[in-house]
């Protein structure tokens, strides 16, 4: 079956409750620990369903926002959802207080019992409302920013579409095109803050009715952080700070100095080189054929993967009016089937995509059979990781994607991965300031915005773009509006890509067999236990981020980038 042919059904809510709340008394009068492990795998069909049409629901209506039935149907989630997790923590709770703990704990994880632990420490029944409207605010964002239509080049873009000319040889271009995008959230700058003000308002609330003072610690518990702290994250920045802000921003003047420029304005640090950036060659249909040779031949499980994924129809990759912009990868429990969302562009970062999401995509292909659906996905830092990892395995195929050019991508991906790393944190570091003072004005959040970015970024340069000197470069990051403190995952996961890429470059072999464990394993073992899985050292641990990134820094040196 095309994922074209899977039939969405609105689970009706009414009807779930009460099949949940049933399962709910046999769990709690059942007399021995067999019966509450069959009730439990009963638990788990129902909910893989409800999340199978959710998930539905979701992919349909991101690849067209315009489309009012899923746009509704969307709207229906965002109220039932809060009243799914209401059932969930019910759930959480039972088996907490089982009688028959041990004898759980042993059939499904210790690992089970620590995540239902943390998801009752995030909710209440007081909340509900408050959690509908987050849910809708989200949405609402997602809504806005599909919406832009940005006439540009005679033809009406939407924002992924706009992308391509930022990296245009043409500098006059590559700045016309970088105002035209920002104009849209210049436009609509009263409605973002407006947004984004409502939704800090909104988790503050939240976060003060469960009992903390701030949204910082509920975010975290949220993210499933068992077993780090907000101390810990800044004490990796400071080692981002200190360790990979020079690096970066020799590897700036190194660019400014192949493009003939003084100094690099904004709009010039997309394009690398003077005869253009590696675009991949051939159409997406050759790209997504190429990707289906460098999958068959990386390995036997990749090959597998990728093959259920092209049958299957399990992509949607081109962008188009009304599409929401970005990528992503998710699952759909009943079918057992990984989804890639992306938006083709032209640019080096279509074939990302056939690396990074399918990263994603074949790890949770990996860990499908997982009987706990909390298992089927690891926390986020860890699921990047996957993706990060996969877009080292995959160079040796690059060739296919980029020909003549395919040095020239390794040197942009080596640079640009050390380059993410310090505005990665800025994420990060702007975000704890907001919840930590949820009553800054939107002013007060523009110009902290922009001193953090000073701080990281200190070549940052935006000439005459008033906008963006205020410190609203950061509207265009979706994650900070509706997944707080999700992004400093991405520069914990890109410390141990690095890893994996120096362990590579040492044995392929059991490197590939170290990833492979890795993915296996899913969510079943918290961020630092699934490390030790894939034999890699601690982020957070002093030392590591200058230890990760020293191999890194010695392959870009490597390459004669002088020449193109």
Not at 123 to 150: G, R, V
Not at 240 to 254: F, Q
Not at 495 to 519: G, I, S, T
Request: hydrophobic content about 35%; charged content about 30%.
């Amino acid at each position: 079956m095309k994922f074209t042919e899977f039939e969405y059904k609105r689970p009706e809510f009414e009807v779930f409750k009460a099949d949940f709340e049933k399962l709910l008394v046999d769990f709690e009068t059942a007399d021995s620990a067999e019966k509450q492990n069959e009730i439990m795998k009963a638990f788990n069909n129902l909910r893989r369903t409800f999340d199978t049409m959710s998930t539905l629901c979701s992919i349909r209506y991101d690849v067209n926002t315009e489309d009012k039935f899923y746009e509704a149907e969307q709207e229906y989630f965002d109220q039932t959802g809060p009243l799914l997790q209401e059932l969930v923590v019910k759930y959480y709770k039972a088996i907490i207080e089982s009688k028959f703990r041990a004898d759980l704990e042993a059939k499904w994880g210790k690992h089970l019992f620590n995540i239902a632990d943390m998801e009752l420490k995030t909710f209440s029944p007081e909340i509900i409302e408050d959690l509908q409207e987050e849910n809708k605010l989200n949405s609402d964002h997602t809504k806005l920013i599909a919406s832009a239509k940005i006439m540009f080049d005679g033809e009406v873009k939407n924002l992924s579409q706009m992308r391509p000319y930022f990296e245009n040889r043409d500098r006059s271009v590559r700045k016309a095109a970088y105002e035209a995008y920002c104009g849209f959230f210049e436009q609509n700058e009263a409605q973002l803050d407006d947004l984004y003000d409502k939704l800090v308002k909104v988790r503050t609330r939240i976060a003060k009715k469960l009992g903390y003072d701030t949204f910082t610690e509920l975010g975290y518990i949220r993210l499933g952080r068992s077993d780090y702290n907000a101390e810990m994250v800044k004490g990796y920045r400071d080692q981002v700070h200190k360790v990979v802000v020079p690096i970066a921003s020799k590897l700036l003047e190194r660019q400014a100095s192949r493009l003939g420029l003084d100094n690099l304005k904004y709009y010039d640090e997309p394009l690398k080189f003077t005869s253009g950036n590696a675009d991949p060659k051939g159409t997406p249909e050759e790209i997504m054929n190429n990707g289906l040779k460098m999958y068959d031949e990386l390995s036997k499980e990749t090959a597998d993967f990728f093959n259920f994924m092209t049958q299957h129809g399990l992509f949607d990759v081109l962008a188009r009016k009304g599409k929401m912009g970005g990528g992503y990868c998710t699952f759909l429990p009943d079918y057992k089937a990984p989804f890639i969302f992306a938006n083709f562009n032209g640019t080096a970062g279509d074939v990302e995509v056939l690396t990074h999401e399918a990263g994603h995509a074949f790890q949770v292909y990996s860990s499908r059979n997982y009987e706990a659906p909390e298992y089927v996905w690891p926390t986020l830092e860890a699921c990047e990781i996957h993706s990060m990892s996969m877009e080292f395995f995959t160079y040796p195929w690059m060739q296919l994607f980029f020909e003549d050019e395919m040095l020239k991508h390794r040197f942009s991906h080596l640079s640009e991965a050390i380059l993410f790393l310090p505005y990665g944190v800025s994420v990060d570091e702007f975000q704890h300031f907001v919840y930590e003072n949820p009553e800054a004005t939107s002013d007060e959040r523009k110009a902290k915005w922009r001193e953090i970015e000073k701080k990281y970024l200190p070549l940052r340069d935006y000439e005459d773009n008033t906008f963006y000197e205020k410190g609203t470069m950061w509207f265009r990051q979706s994650h900070i509006f509706e997944v707080p403190f999700y992004y400093i995952d991405y520069t914990l996961a890109q410390v141990c890509a690095f890893q994996f890429y120096n362990k590579m470059n040492e044995d392929r072999e059991n490197a590939w067999k170290d990833y492979q464990d890795l993915c296996n394993a899913g969510g079943s073992k918290p961020f630092l236990q699934l490390l030790e899985v894939a034999k890699l050292k601690n982020p957070f641990a002093d030392g590591t981020v200058a230890e990760s990134v020293a191999l890194i820094e010695q392959s870009i040196e490597a390459i004669d980038d002088s020449k193109w």
